[in-house]
C-alpha cells in the first residue's frame, strides 16, 4: 500500500473511506499498488484517482508501517511518502468508490479527526504531524482478532 502526505497553507489533505462494514475513516489517500507499479507510480496513480491532485515531486518514504494479522489471515506493508509539489483542483471521483470525500484539515484539527481510526493509522501520522522528521521511520504492530471492530493492535 502506498500513501500520501499532501499539504496546503488549509492543512493535511485526508480523505473519507467508507469501508466493507459501513463504517467511515478518515485517512490519508493512497492505496493498494497494482502488481508491475513502482510505489511511487502507485501512489500518483491513487492520489489522482481519488482526489483528482497529480503530485509531480514526492520525498520519502517518511515512514513505513507493517502489520501482521495472522488471525485475519493478511499482512500490510505501507510506504508513506510526501508530496512536494502537486497540480490541479480537489475532486472525487474514486473509481472504488471507497473515498466519499476529500479536505485539508487544519493541522491543529487533525489528532481529533484521526482519533476514531485504527492505532496503526492514526499513531505513526499522529507522530509526523507533530514532529515533521526528517529521514524515514518505522512502525511495526500486530493486529489479533479477525473481526475489525474487535481486533487489538499492539505496537511492537
Not at 511511487?40 to 515531486?57: M, Q
Not at 502537486?86 to 484539527?109: H, Q
Amino acid at each position: 500500500v502506498g500513501s500520501a502526505l499532501i499539504e496546503s497553507d488549509d492543512g493535511l489533505l485526508l480523505v473519507a473511506n467508507r469501508r466493507r462494514d459501513g463504517a467511515v475513516d478518515w485517512t490519508p489517500p493512497g492505496g493498494v499498488i497494482d502488481q508491475g507499479e513502482s510505489v511511487l507510480d502507485g501512489l500518483t496513480r491513487e492520489v489522482a484517482e481519488e482526489t483528482g491532485l497529480t503530485v509531480t515531486r514526492w520525498e520519502g518514504p517518511v515512514y513505513r508501517l507493517e502489520a501482521e494479522a495472522a488471525d485475519a489471515g493478511w499482512h500490510m506493508r505501507v510506504e508513506v511518502h510526501r508530496a512536494l509539489e502537486f497540480t490541479g483542483e480537489l475532486t472525487l471521483n474514486d473509481p472504488d468508490g471507497i473515498v466519499i470525500d476529500a479536505r485539508f484539515v487544519p493541522t491543529d484539527e487533525c489528532a481529533a479527526v484521526l482519533a476514531t481510526n485504527w492505532q496503526l493509522i492514526h499513531e505513526p501520522l499522529g507522530e509526523w504531524v507533530s514532529d515533521r522528521w526528517d529521514g524515514e521511520r518505522r512502525y511495526l504492530y500486530r493486529v489479533e482478532g479477525a473481526v475489525r471492530t474487535s481486533m487489538t493492535i499492539t505496537r511492537l
